[in-house]
Every structure is written in structure tokens, then in C-alpha cells.
């Protein structure tokens, strides 16, 4: 079974400073993985996802994600953080889908990021 | 418009009570899905969805059903609430690996 663990609940930082999210899973298999985003008071976005190929993910809003098959991690990071980036992050991860099947979603209990001016 | 809507956004009911949450969606997908989302646990597949003709629980089914009317439509249904179901719903589809959620119900079981 896979699980994922995000290591941090909250994450404070101020205006223009990078921020890393760090998340870590579990998996016999290989796995697809995915970071979402949760604005205030909205459903989640897909910010980014790993599916194959290269291990450097670009996803929206100048956010990227590297996948490490070894460490066995996906974490998410920002050069330079906006007030607007203020919102709860999930990462998530399915197992690779065998044809006709369903693996489904695991998401991570989620990072809360909070940019400070 | 949003591809995924659901209805109500918020609802507030009582123990006991029998109460349908539902969800519409444009995007032309087969695949549908109900989560629920609590604080520090991020979200459980309540069930899920394939086609008007398939559907299938997930990890926390006990006391939810769910009705797939059409492919645009999936409803979930709270028999008899009780406050511990007190949560926040999505309502998502997917296309291949991807999921694309609702903007969320929040449910308050007093």
C-alpha cells in the first residue's frame, strides 16, 4: 500500500523568500505524483505532476517539484514566494495503472503555507 | 463556468437527518469521485465512480451512499447524519492520471 507523508503542517515565510514543501511516500511500485494547491475557501488545483521522464516538474504560478525515485521523495519549491501563494498544499500519489484498473489517489494531510509581508 | 459544480456549498443539518449532496460536471469525463476532507488528514475517497453503470466504495464508506443518475451527475447521500460526518466534500472527476475537483460542500452536522 502507499502512503504519503508531508513533513511539515505549517510553513511560515516572508515575502520573496524561497520555500521548500517537503513530501515523502511509500511504494513497492512505481508511482505517479502529483502537488495540489487549496486557496482559501476553494476546491484543489493541480499545480504540478510527475508521471514519467524528466525527474524536474514544472507546474503553475512558477512553482516546480523534483522527483527522487531514491529518496523516495517529491518535494515542491519556489524561488521567490507571492502574499497570493498563501494557501494549503496536498501532495498526492497513485500507483501506476494497470490496464482497465484503478489505483487510486493518496493524499498527503496537507502543508499549510503562510507568506508574511 | 465551472467544470465541476457542486450544490449546496454549504448546508447545515441535524443528527438523525437524511441529507444529498450533489455534483455536476462539463468536462465530458467517465470517471467520478467523493471525498471528504478533515483537518490534518487531508482527503479520504468516500467512493468512486467509472460509468452510470459502475460504482465503487473507497475507504470510508460506512454511512454515505451514492447515486450516478448520468455521466455528468453523482450525488452522495448521508442516510441519517451524525456529527462526526461534520466535514468538507469534493466532489472530483479525472481524465487518465489527473483529478479535477469541486469547489467543496461544507457540512456541519449539529
Known sequence: AQSVTQLDSQVPVFEEAPVELRCNYSSSVSVYLFWYVQYPNQGLQLLLKYLSGSTLVKGINGFEAEFNKSQTSFHLRKPSVHISDTAEYFCAVSRLRASGGYNKLIFGAGTRLAVHP | ?110
Not at chain 2, 40 to 47: D, F, P, S, T, V
Not at chain 2, 61 to 86: C, H, M, W
Not at chain 2, 99 to 108: A, E, K, M, V
Open chain 2, 1 to 110: 463556468d465551472a467544470d465541476v459544480t457542486q450544490t449546496p456549498r454549504n448546508r447545515i443539518t441535524k443528527t438523525g437527518k437524511r441529507i444529498m449532496l450533489e455534483c455536476s460536471q462539463t468536462k465530458g469525463h467517465d470517471r467520478m469521485y467523493w471525498y471528504r476532507q478533515d483537518p490534518g488528514l487531508g482527503l479520504r475517497l468516500i467512493y468512486y465512480s467509472f460509468d452510470v453503470k459502475d460504482i465503487n466504495k473507497g475507504e470510508i464508506s460506512d454511512g454515505y451512499s451514492v447515486s450516478r443518475q448520468a455521466q455528468a451527475k453523482f450525488s452522495l447521500s448521508l442516510e441519517s447524519a451524525i456529527p462526526n460526518q461534520t466535514a468538507l466534500y469534493f466532489c472530483a472527476t479525472s481524465e487518465g492520471e489527473t483529478q479535477y475537483f469541486g469547489p467543496g460542500t461544507r457540512l456541519l452536522v449539529l
